[in-house]
């Protein structure tokens, strides 16, 4: 079948054991239909409720292609709906953020609650006989979900319920939220956004990708193979290569693939009961004193480095972020990285991981700027085509059961993880 057509028999010769054709990556047939079947189904990640504190507060994104609003109703209730006025289409917010107690559309003034109820229409006199404002409301998403603030929803009214789509990845959100002495964290601290010329799975593979680092990150580590710290109080960070190999201690990290494409790492043993500097030591104490001291210990103990919500959002531990994937074109994404503020933490601290996240993740950064580098020149890699085929299969048939039931795990520098999101992919895809 050639580029720019596919059907359902073409999407599943896509992806075998091993490896997926280019096609995934570039043909903008299946991204189509990927904004339809998978961003046009799956639950995707919309917003932080934090980032809607008041009512009328609202913040726009798009889910797969489609504008949506998240915002804060007068009766203070987050809803998600969609960011289209229901006379004649236009967008009806373009701001990225903002207040407002009504929701005015500039061509011709039709004014909605934030909640998408539609209150007034000028001139009202020329509406058409049995013209009714409550059939012109906003469309809401037709599915919303929330967990500690995280806000999710899915544009289709049937599928997995969120509480069993969640479930797998409830303790990855807890892992990071539970570090806030206020039990709770907010993404108010800004974003880092930018926009990569490659497809927006380069984005979610790479988010769990531990065999990369020695190679991709090599300028950030030492004589000694040992990358610079990335946690305050740490001397030093994660050893990362040995000679000219990857390090032994990198290779016990260990991948988890959970179903619907989720999937995490873990983390990298650190020196933890070295880790102390003024700063951290203050805010590991206000810990202590909120949840006690043993509880404090357990929660800043690093288990998970990197987890993916497939297929939108990915959660950091070491430099704590949120991140978002936003798909534009088969060749082109943004990213949004928010860091995460702690509730109820020293200033101090919070000011130190936001710093940390500067060097690591902006644009022009120690890391992300490999990372971004690479997902473009694989997008133009792809574009050979000397080859059909993208090799995932580190690892293929050692992957070890664990609990829950089809949940696996194995070495991180295999691809586990690649192919647990190829498999949730084409769930969604091959579904007519
Ligand atoms: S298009 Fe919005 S009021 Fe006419
Ligand atoms: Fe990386």
């Not at 704590?320 to 503020?341: F, K, Q, S």
């Amino acid at each position: 079948m050639p580029d720019g057509s596919i059907n359902d028999r073409g999407i599943a010769s896509l992806i075998e054991p091993g490896r997926v054709h280019r096609r995934v990556y570039t043909d903008p047939a299946v991204f189509e239909l990927e904004m339809q079947r998978l961003f046009g189904r799956a639950w995707l990640f919309v917003g932080h409720a934090t980032q809607v504190p008041k009512p009328g507060d609202f913040i726009t994104t798009d889910l797969g292609r489609q504008p949506v609003l998240m915002t804060r109703h007068h009766d203070g209730s987050v809803r998600v709906v969609l960011n289209r006025c229901t006379h004649r289409g236009v967008k009806l917010v373009a701001e990225r953020q903002g207040n407002r107690q009504r929701l005015i559309c500039l061509y011709h003034g039709w004014t909605f609650d934030p909640d998408g109820t539609l209150l007034r229409v000028p001139v009202d006199e020329g509406c058409a006989p049995g013209f009714k404002l409550c059939d012109f409301n906003l469309a809401a998403a037709p599915r919303v979900g929330i967990y500690r603030g995280f806000v999710f929803a899915s544009l289709s009214p049937s599928g997995v319920a969120f509480d069993d789509w969640i479930a797998p990845m409830k303790q990855n959100i807890d892992d990071i939220v539970d570090r806030a002495p206020g039990g709770q964290i907010a993404l108010d601290a800004g974003v880092h956004r930018y926009i990569v010329r490659a497809n927006w799975k380069m984005q979610a593979e790479n988010a769990v990708d531990s065999y990369h680092v020695p190679f991709s990150h090599a300028s950030t580590v030492n004589q000694k193979g040992v990358q610079f710290s990335r946690r305050e109080g740490d001397e030093e960070g994660a050893k990362v290569v040995e000679g000219q190999r990857t390090a032994p201690q990198w290779k016990q990290r260990r991948s988890y693939s959970v179903g619907f494409g989720h999937c995490w790492t873990s983390n990298t043993e650190l020196k933890e009961n070295e880790r102390s500097s003024a700063v951290y030591d203050e805010y590991k104490q206000t810990l202590a004193a909120a949840v006690g001291a043993e509880r404090a210990e357990w929660i800043l103990t690093p288990r998970m480095h990197n987890s993916l919500l497939y297929p939108n959002v990915s959660f950091m531990g070491l430099n704590m972020h949120i991140r978002v994937i936003r798909p534009i074109a088969v060749d082109m994404t943004e990213v949004n990285i928010y860091p995460v503020r702690l509730v109820g933490a020293p200033d101090a601290m919070n000011i130190r991981n936001t710093r940390l996240l500067n060097v690591t993740h902006a644009a022009a950064s120690f890391v992300q700027s490999d990372d971004l580098e690479a997902f473009a020149r694989a997008q133009a890699g792809l574009q050979s085509l000397q080859t059909d085929w993208v090799d995932i299969s580190r690892g293929l048939g050692r992957e070890e059961p664990i609990d829950p039931p089809g949940a696996l795990r194995q070495m991180a520098t295999d691809e586990l993880v690649v192919r647990g999101q190829f498999r949730a992919w084409l769930d969604y895809m091959a579904a007519a």
